[in-house]
């Protein structure tokens, strides 16, 4: 199995940007897809971003294309996400996931490995 361990979170002022790491030790990172999903408090955990095994595709929800910009660089074993202009409203857990699943996803169920998550919040 893969495990994954989150960092880069933090207190960022509103408009600001953040940069989110995932780095992933165990099996072949490059084996799965990669996931960031997000639960802020008193909400359920959403989707974020995901990308493809090798890095060619990438899903986003809707509401975040254009300010979060998911990566990887498999031979650092590392996954990114990039989150530009932030709201208070992205205040939340953020999570890496990673997934072996045919397909790579927004379903939180399809991925089988989870970060212990990293804490962003946005002040206004």
């Known amino acids: 199995q893969v495990q994954l361990v989150e960092s880069g979170g933090g207190l960022v002022q509103a408009g600001g940007s953040l940069r989110l790491s995932c780095a992933a030790s165990g099996r072949t990172f490059s084996n799965y897809h990669m996931g960031w999903f997000r639960q802020a408090p008193g909400k359920e955990r959403e989707f974020v971003a995901a990308i493809s095994r090798t890095g060619i595709a990438q899903y986003y929800q809707d509401s975040l294309k254009g300010r979060f910009t998911i990566s990887r660089d498999n031979a650092k074993n590392t996954g990114y996400l990039q989150m530009n202009s932030l709201t208070p409203e992205d205040t939340a857990v953020y999570y890496c996931?990673?997934?072996?699943?045919?397909?790579?996803?927004?379903?939180?169920?399809?991925?089988?490995?989870w970060g212990q998550g990293t804490q962003v919040t946005v002040s206004a």
């Open positions: 996931a990673a997934s072996d699943r045919y397909y790579f996803t927004k379903i939180s169920t399809d991925y089988y490995y």
